[in-house]
């Protein structure tokens, strides 16, 4: 039997190492699909909603100048998954947290981003987070819960081929 090398098979048919990101095979077309292939809350929302399309959100919500950021933000989990927050930030999670730091640089690096996550995609982040939860989760987490309504709330979320469509549709007017 051969060994394990820490890769995954993409999409695209590439091989990459998440854990030794090369960002030249960092592909927009493998981000979109992964992620609009992956479900929020880890799969525990009522109804399937995409990390894809929850990066487009953030990217609209997010400064305008940010906006790319936003629309990438979550990049990494195209290669990590997505892991629900209150997990990732325990700290038998500490070696992922790395990891997942490791690869949104490189994700920065390939689009030519700041290696920093600005603080508008932050809170646009923690906005959608807000929003998410109140409409697609029975009971919303106490880190989340705000003395107000959401401003709107996601009612009929994306299949995965419209996430997808939708994420790279976002990503060629950002980058046009």
Known sequence: MDSLDGFIGTFSGLRFWPLDPNPEKILITDIAHALAHQCRFGGHASKFYSVAEHSVYVSKLCQPEDALWGLL??????????????????PEFAPYRGAERRLQRAVAERFGLSQEQPASVTEA???MLWIEA????????LDVVRDTRPPFEMTDPLLPVEAERLFLSRFKELTA
């Open 73 to 90: 933000h979550d990049a990494s989990e195209a290669y990590l998954v997505d892991l629900p927050r209150p997990l990732k930030l325990l």
């Open 125 to 127: 982040d923690d906005a």
């Open 134 to 141: 109140h409409s697609l989760l029975g009971s919303v987490p």
